[in-house]
């Protein structure tokens, strides 16, 4: 059963939606797809719970700031091959967490993942599937964008469109005149 869709067509999914679905199967066994038909191991850990502001401009001078909420999950060398995360688990983790540093519900998730065969990354949980007695979590890669022209501005992207990516243009000063009394 597919709960959620691609974070690139319908946004990134906010951290309270997320552990609303994690709250929903506390007994399966929890699973992360980092790329078709390859898993993270079933005896990760998650080793921390970062939560990052971030606070850019775009190539259009616009400050933009959101949230992130980070999920680090970790394969041990040895594989444990009798242990794999209950969804309780998770959620007693993130209860951990939460009581030292309140996350913020509307934040962006991110989980970070890498191993020997997969450079460490951040990607988005996309489709939640439930089959049997796992709850998956598909990852999917993050996304770079231009904000400017998602904004339906110039990105520099044609010499007309240079504006928002080249040098600003210079402003002329005003000069005051004195209006007669």
């Known amino acids: 059963m597919t709960n959620q869709s691609n ?16 709250e929903q199967y506390p007994d399966l066994h929890l699973q992360f797809e980092y790329e078709a038909g390859r898993f993270v191991d079933r005896s990760f850990h998650i080793t921390e719970i970062k939560q990052a502001p971030i606070v850019s401009v ?67 949980p996309g489709d ?10 598909s990852l999917v890669p993050d996304f770079t964008q231009c904000k400017a022209l998602a904004r339906n501005q110039a990105c520099g992207t044609t010499t007309a469109d240079a504006a928002c990516c080249g040098p600003a243009s210079e402003k002329k000063e005003l000069e005051l005149v004195k209006m007669p009394d």
């Open 58 to 124: 775009d190539c259009g001078g616009v400050v933009n700031s959101w949230t992130e909420v980070i999920v680090q999950l970790w394969e041990p060398p040895v594989k444990e091959a009798d242990r794999s995360m209950q969804v309780s688990k998770a959620l007693k983790i993130v209860k951990l967490v939460e009581k030292s540093l309140p996350l913020n519900p509307n934040a962006v998730v991110k989980v970070e993942f890498g191993n020997s065969k997969f450079d460490t990354r951040q990607m988005y």
């Open 128 to 137: 939640f599937l439930v089959e049997g007695d796992s709850f998956t979590v």
């Open 7 to 22: 974070p690139t067509s319908r946004g990134a999914l906010t951290w309270q939606v997320f552990k609303n679905a994690l």
